[in-house]
């Protein structure tokens, strides 16, 4: 039982509502791809990577917390609460208990808020920003800017990631270990989707 704060209840459905919005968006950038709107399809794979690891964040956050000492005060639990609505916390969330099986180069890209600034450049025309000023310096940035492959390495990343989910479920490995129910979002029809799948990330392996 959860003693005070968000109830656990509302924790569940926001982690297994996160997973499921995640395939969405992930979904909808395939889409986007085999179209080939690469700016809008890269811009909604980050929001699915996002979204994908809130869902985790969460998942964690109940786990460590009812395997150690407990749920942590109401002032902490806010604070990591507001953590959830902060873009590039939740990219470096993505790959934060793994870094090393990430190419550095990536590590560092999600570290300095390049990706962040990269979606953002991938709906928007506009001038760099720095240090709080305009840079009229700067060259004009345009959605065009965003190539095929880097909406493909990103939509990868994540389809690697799914498919990993779906295969451990299905040798019964259960992936998810906080969030109720969040198994359940993946299904056949969910796998057969993401194998059709033929790019590669390169972005994450064992040999960094």
């Not at 929001?47 to 964040?57: D, G, N, T």
């Not at 999600?110 to 962040?116: F, K, M, T």
């Amino acid at each position: 039982m959860k003693p005070e704060g968000i109830s656990k209840y509302k924790l569940d459905k926001i982690a297994s509502e996160s997973l499921r919005n995640s395939l969405r968006l992930h979904f909808d950038a395939t889409l986007l791809f085999h179209n080939e709107s690469y700016p809008s399809a890269f811009q909604l794979a980050i929001f699915a990577l996002e979204e994908f690891s809130k869902a985790k964040w969460i998942d964690h956050y109940i786990w460590s917390s009812e395997t150690n000492e407990g749920y942590p005060d109401m002032e902490f639990e806010q604070e990591w609460l507001k953590l959830l609505y902060l873009h590039p916390n939740k990219q470096w969330n993505f790959i934060a208990r793994e870094t090393i099986d990430y190419s550095p180069k990536f590590v560092s890209f999600i570290q300095n808020r390049g990706l962040e600034e990269k979606k953002q450049n991938a709906i928007y025309v506009g001038l760099a920003r720095s240090k709080g000023k305009v840079d009229i310096s700067s060259r004009v940035s345009t959605p065009w800017r965003i190539k095929k492959q880097d909406a493909a390495q990103i939509i990868s990343l994540l389809n690697s990631e799914y498919l990993d989910i779906c295969q451990r479920i299905e040798r019964e490995e259960f992936y998810f270990e906080g969030g109720a129910h969040m198994d359940n979002v993946f299904d056949y029809k969910i796998f057969k989707k993401l194998l059709e799948w033929t790019h590669k990330s390169g972005l994450k392996n064992s040999g960094w």
